[in-house]
């Protein structure tokens, strides 16, 4: 059955199993679920399950890269296939700016986020991980006068404070207008948007698609 399947990716990915990873998930794709359903219902739950295990102390940092390296080896199959599911259309929707706080190197959600917008027809330009403030603005300089989107993703509480900056210093480079910002990553809620001034968050990858479109 389905939930059987979904049980398996996301233990696939709870015992560092790379290979049973990618198998499982072409398995799940011949039954006939959807790349989506794959990686929020299924693998999502294993890294959630394995970073609490760290939190706990029950597994340590090579536990957590052989689980990420899973996860990798299913994103290889499921990337293309979620660019796929949904045809780009040639107007563009707008030019998504993503990346990672500077000191932040999780790069799984903000390379799956950053597909999922391409896929719903975002022009994107990805500054990959680690990425400093003033590069960001200059970015957003670069491209202002166009419909612009910045986002931005932090999974540690640290790097998360960053995101504050950011938003700050395009305030002070007059150039807030210019743009909306989403900001997501586990640690970032709906208050932590309020409160520095951003437009909005999203819980993964689909929903982020879903609040890009209605900023834009
Ligand atoms: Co890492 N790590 N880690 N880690 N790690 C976390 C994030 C902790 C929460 C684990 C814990 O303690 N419970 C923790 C942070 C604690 C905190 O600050 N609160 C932590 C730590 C401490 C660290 C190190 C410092 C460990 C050390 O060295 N002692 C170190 C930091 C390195 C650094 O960045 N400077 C570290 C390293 C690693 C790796 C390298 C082993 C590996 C990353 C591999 C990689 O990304 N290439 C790793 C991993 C995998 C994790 C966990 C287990 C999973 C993260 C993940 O990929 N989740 C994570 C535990 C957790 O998050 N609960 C743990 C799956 C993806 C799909 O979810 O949340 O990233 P996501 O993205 C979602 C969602 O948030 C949303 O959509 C995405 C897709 O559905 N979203 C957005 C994301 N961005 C968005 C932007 C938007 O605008 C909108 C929505």
């Known amino acids: 059955s389905n939930q059987e399947m979904l049980d398996k990716l996301r233990d696939t990915i ?35 399950i394995i970073g ?24 290889e199959i499921l990337v293309p296939i979620l660019a796929e599911e949904k045809g780009a259309d040639d107007e563009g929707v707008g030019l998504a700016i993503t990346y990672v706080q500077e000191g932040d190197i999780h790069d799984i959600g903000h390379r799956l986020v950053t597909t999922m917008l391409e896929a719903n027809g975002f022009k994107i330009v990805d500054m990959g991980v680690d990425v400093p403030n003033d590069k960001i603005s200059e970015e957003v300089a670069k491209n202002k006068g166009k419909k612009l989107l ?6 540690m509480t640290t790097s998360m404070l960053g995101q504050k900056d950011t938003v700050s210093m ?22 932590w948007i309020a409160e520095i001034g951003a437009d909005a968050t999203a819980e993964n990858a689909a929903d982020a698609a879903r609040v890009a479109l209605n900023l834009m």
């Open 150 to 155: 910045l986002v931005g993703s932090a999974l």
């Open 14 to 48: 709870v015992t560092q199993n790379i290979n049973g990873c990618a198998a499982a998930t072409q398995e799940a794709l011949d039954a006939g679920m959807t790349a989506v359903e794959i990686i929020n219902d299924g693998l999502s739950p294993g890294m959630k």
């Open 52 to 75: 609490d295990k760290f939190e706990a102390a029950e597994v340590y940092l090579p536990q957590i890269m052989m689980s990420a390296k899973a996860m990798n080896a299913a994103m």
């Open 170 to 191: 395009l305030v002070e480079e007059g150039l807030r207008d210019s743009v909306k910002i989403m900001f997501g990553g586990a640690p970032v809620s709906d208050a």
